[in-house]
């Protein structure tokens, strides 16, 4: 990585890049700003968009019937935060990191997503979650409910009940699936499947006795029970297990169930091929070919952070994803699969970047991941977020800066600030009338909390727009600023699944017409960056 933050040993960068002839150095107030030396010659930016311009040129929508859908849910993953995400991962591949791209930042077609909700105007995870699973915006706190119902009244739940698009594909015939690295009873996971009054509803145990006596199903119950999902991977284990059942993994966990009933048992009865796992050696060892239902739960909530996750024992979310694809992409009819990174959400409300942004990082290599297991010609892929949070990234500070790095500038009480700050959150320090003194080696460190304006025990969320990422058939539909609900609808629209059964778009591109436009791309890129041809050129 390359570092120029003050107090750090900077002689090993000063003899890497000037060994390798890449950089300018400049000493500008204390701090090494690290300048490409080809970007310096005005010849390269010219490249670089007549590159960009050719790829422009070159994309044509896919007009056809989605046969796949594959939903990618960064959790809480605002704009400043794909940002910060991208320069960290250039710098994770020691880069300087602005220049870098995410896979999503590669998508053709983006737009914007509006995320209130029908009663507030900043967002939590499970109204949004209705929103962009279901089509229909919601009240806060609930999912699965039109905006009829309301918070923690069980008795406004029935006969408001809306359908996710993962559950219409799988009445359509298509196996659907469930990734995330929160637990699986979680709001956004959760508004696949369930459609209860409160998202903290997560086992029996939470259900308020009131709710019980009106015949309302905590979260987990319905999982088994509403929908036939055919792989389930994440957190979530002590939901599933009646009180006292003893955590395969931990000692002082155990099932918190009152029903006496096992959720897991229940699920695997009746299911064909089916089979239960809670580490990582057990989900290697499932044979994909021979396995149509997979339920793999890796901890007893939420799963481990990335930067904390033991690699032989806990399975990554790229490495769920791909078991998930694996399985699912057997069914010809197709697949809907929803991937969520969730703790991105969660190191933001602790106003731990750095445990954030590389969940967002982990979350981008999965989506890298999926494009090498499935096809653009028939796989419709959508990245978004469900909310953003307050979380800013800015302060003077020189190219190839840390993420988690310090201002070139200091603030006008004297002291250093990180350049990655939240609004409010736990945070606020005030000792002695004045902030604490930081430096590098503090703010880089895990478990270092970031500084914020105002103190709460747990950071909010923001209330503006999310972006919208899309590649493959119908991705043309995601354009302009949308209402969240938007997103539904699109997707379900491109697999011709209902409501939209009648859409009469054709299936997947022919081999002809793929060659056909890659053969125009290659024309139009000859064209513009070679005197070649200057007749057909006229003519294109």
């Known amino acids: 990585m390359l570092l120029m933050s003050p107090g750090i040993q900077t002689m090993s960068l000063v003899q890497h ?54 939903l990618f849910l960064g959790d809480g993953m605002g704009l400043t935060t794909l940002t910060a995400a991208r320069i960290l991962k250039g710098q994770l591949a020691g880069r300087t990191g602005e220049e870098g791209t995410l896979t999503m ?35 806060y706190g609930t999912m699965g409910l039109s ?41 956004s996971p959760g508004a696949n499947y369930a459609h209860i009054a409160d998202r903290e509803w997560y086992s029996d145990t939470n259900l308020p006795p009131s709710a019980a006596g009106e015949g309302c199903k905590d979260i987990a119950y319905q999982l088994v029970h509403n929908t036939d999902i055919n792989v389930i991977l994440g ?15 931990y ?54 952070y990335e930067l904390e996750r033991n690699p032989d024992t806990d399975p990554s979310l790229t490495e769920m994803m791909e078991k998930a694809i694996k399985i699912l992409r057997k069914n010809p009819k197709g697949f809907y699969l929803f991937v969520e990174g969730g703790r991105i959400d969660h190191g933001h409300h602790s106003s731990e970047a750095k445990l954030s942004l590389h969940e967002a990082v982990e979350f981008d290599r999965a989506i890298a991941r999926a494009a090498e297991l499935t096809s653009e010609l028939d796989t419709l892929t959508v990245a978004t977020a469900d909310h953003s949070h307050v979380f800013s990234f800015g302060g003077r500070s020189p190219r190839g800066n840390p993420v988690l790095g310090l201002s070139s500038k200091m603030g006008d009480d004297n002291k250093y600030f990180t350049t990655a700050l939240y609004g409010n959150g736990p945070g ?72 939209y059964t009648n859409c009469q778009l054709e299936p997947i591109l022919d081999k002809g017409h793929a060659v056909g436009s890659q053969l125009s791309v290659l024309l139009v890129l000859l064209c513009l960056l070679t005197s070649f041809m200057p007749l057909y050129c006229k003519l294109f």
């Open 428 to 499: 606020h320090v005030i000792i002695n009338g004045t902030r604490p003194d930081i430096n590098f080696n503090i703010t880089s460190s895990t478990g270092y909390v970031q500084q914020s304006a105002v103190p709460l025990s747990s950071e909010t969320h923001g209330s503006e727009d999310v972006a919208i990422f899309a590649k493959g058939p119908m991705a043309h539909l995601f354009h302009g600023v949308q209402e969240q609900s938007y997103i539904a609808h699109a997707m379900a629209y491109a697999a011709c699944i209902e409501p």
């Open 147 to 187: 905006a009829a119902a309301r918070r923690s009244q069980c008795s406004t739940t029935k006969g408001n009940e809306v359908k996710s698009v993962l559950h219409r594909a799988r009445v359509a015939g298509k196996s659907v699936g469930i990734v995330t690295t929160t637990r699986v009873q979680h709001a």
């Open 251 to 304: 000692a002082q966990s155990t099932g918190d169930r009152l029903d006496n009933t096992s959720l897991v048992d229940v699920w695997l009865t009746n299911r064909k091929n089916a089979k239960y796992v809670w580490n990582k050696a057990q989900l290697d060892a499932v044979d994909e070919r021979n396995t149509d239902y997979l339920m793999g739960l890796f901890e007893p909530k939420d799963t481990r």
């Open 105 to 139: 930042d590669t998508f053709p077609y983006v737009a914007l997503s509006k995320t209130y909700t029908v009663d507030q105007q900043m967002p939590d995870s499970a109204a949004t979650a209705t929103a962009y699973l279901c089509g229909v915006k919601a009240i």
């Open 235 to 249: 957190g979530g284990r002590q939901y599933m297990f009646p009180k006292g059942t003893a955590d395969p993994e």
């Open 17 to 70: 890049t000037l060994k390798a002839g890449l950089f300018i150095l400049l000493f500008i107030n204390g701090y090494f700003s690290v300048i490409p030396e080809e970007e310096q010659d005005p010849q390269f930016w010219n490249v670089k968009a007549q590159q960009a311009l050719v790829s422009a040129l070159a994309v044509k929508p896919n007009v056809h019937r989605a046969k796949n859908l594959i």
